[in-house]
């Protein structure tokens, strides 16, 4: 018995080592063809070290602007898909009704739905609302797409923030609204933050809403201007390109930084004062 622990213990652990190096390989080449004045596919330590690749994409429009259009359209996004989960999340969580499986039901089904099935009649819908082409247009629909597990996570959170800590600010003529602002979601900062990475990196990362719904180059965002460094019969400038991805990692870096904090929080103080 002793012996089949220890294997199987050692095969566990060949396998995480083996799913570790799996993820850090493309990571490391990110890094390292950075600053790699001769950087190719293969995974090696540059001969010298250089800045020239960071140098070349420093400029408004390669890197500038789309950053800016990114941070526009997933910081918009981000916003308003939390703040309109918060509110969808609180009747769900709070009030009993016969519809509140059926509308988690349906939420559940939107999430399933793949995001390409459904861009040509949001392309034509788009077209004859005047949105197409339009950042606002963008933001609106990338917050519908991320809001149905918003509001899933938003939920199974505030489930676990104590009803009586509303019911005592009801009894001192607090409105709803109030508690959920100033008791609810303050007490609820971990399941926030996990929401607002979550819906943050999701959009970031989105190549294919952005490609279908902007139309002008200016307004492109990091996501899709990205698809430049792949030149035509297969020339790619990976030095360039692994730098433009090193830049383009830093703000959902930087995110996940600041609300690192809260992630681990937890509800201690709902908790005790439930007990």
Same mark, same amino acid.
């Given at each position: 018995?002793?012996?089949?622990?220890?294997?199987?213990?050692?095969?566990?652990?060949?396998?995480?080592?083996?799913?570790?190096?799996?993820?850090?390989?493309?990571?490391?080449?990110?890094?390292?063809?950075?600053?790699?004045?001769?950087?190719?596919?293969?995974?090696?330590?540059?001969?010298?070290?250089?800045?020239?690749?960071?140098?070349?994409?420093?400029?408004?429009?390669?890197?500038?602007?789309?950053?800016?259009?990114?941070? /526009?359209?997933?910081?918009?996004?981000?916003?308003?898909?939390?703040?309109?989960?918060?509110?969808?999340?609180?009747?769900?969580?709070?009030?009993?009704?016969?519809?509140?499986?059926?509308?988690?039901?349906?939420? /559940?089904?939107?999430?399933?739905?793949?995001?390409?099935?459904?861009?040509?009649?949001?392309?034509?819908?788009?077209?004859?609302?005047?949105?197409?082409?339009?950042?606002?247009?963008?933001?609106?629909?990338?917050?519908?797409?991320? /809001?149905?597990?918003?509001?899933?996570?938003?939920?199974?959170?505030?489930?676990?923030?104590?009803?009586?800590?509303?019911?005592?600010?009801?009894?001192?003529?607090?409105?709803?609204?109030?508690?959920?602002?100033?008791?609810?979601?303050?007490?609820?900062?971990?399941?926030?933050?996990?929401?607002?990475?979550?819906?943050?990196?999701?959009?970031?990362?989105?190549?294919?809403?952005?490609?279908?719904?902007?139309?002008?180059?200016?307004?492109?965002?990091?996501?899709?201007?990205?698809?430049?460094?792949?030149?035509?019969?297969?020339?790619?400038?990976?030095?360039?390109?692994?730098?433009?991805?090193?830049?383009?990692?830093?703000?959902?870096?930087?995110?996940?930084?600041?609300?690192?904090?809260?992630?681990?929080?937890?509800?201690?103080?709902?908790?005790?004062?439930?007990?």
């Amino acid at each position: 018995m002793p012996r089949k622990r220890a294997s199987r213990r050692l095969a566990a652990d060949v396998s995480l080592l083996a799913a570790a190096v799996a993820f850090a390989l493309p990571l490391a080449w990110v890094l390292l063809s950075s600053v790699d004045p001769h950087a190719g596919l293969r995974v090696r330590v540059p001969d010298g070290l250089t800045l020239a690749n960071f140098d070349a994409i420093l400029t408004p429009d390669i890197t500038y602007t789309p950053l800016l259009n990114s941070l /526009l359209l997933c910081g918009g996004a981000t916003a308003l898909t939390v703040a309109c989960a918060a509110l969808a999340a609180y009747p769900l969580s709070r009030f009993r009704s016969r519809l509140n499986r059926p509308f988690l039901l349906t939420i /559940l089904f939107a999430t399933s739905l793949p995001i390409t099935a459904i861009m040509v009649p949001v392309y034509a819908l788009f077209v004859r609302v005047n949105l197409i082409d339009t950042l606002q247009g963008t933001i609106l629909f990338f917050a519908a797409s991320q /809001l149905p597990f918003a509001i899933w996570l938003m939920k199974n959170f505030m489930d676990g923030v104590p009803r009586e800590l509303e019911e005592a600010a009801w009894t001192d003529g607090a409105s709803s609204l109030q508690s959920l602002v100033r008791i609810v979601l303050p007490l609820m900062g971990p399941g926030v933050a996990v929401v607002t990475v979550f819906s943050f990196v999701m959009m970031w990362g989105n190549f294919f809403v952005p490609f279908m719904l902007l139309l002008t180059p200016d307004r492109m965002p990091a996501s899709v201007s990205i698809n430049d460094f792949f030149g035509n019969r297969g020339m790619v400038a990976y030095g360039q390109l692994a730098a433009f991805s090193v830049i383009y990692s830093a703000p959902v870096i930087l995110l996940y930084v600041l609300v690192a904090r809260r992630l681990g929080g937890g509800f201690a103080l709902g908790g005790a004062v439930k007990g």
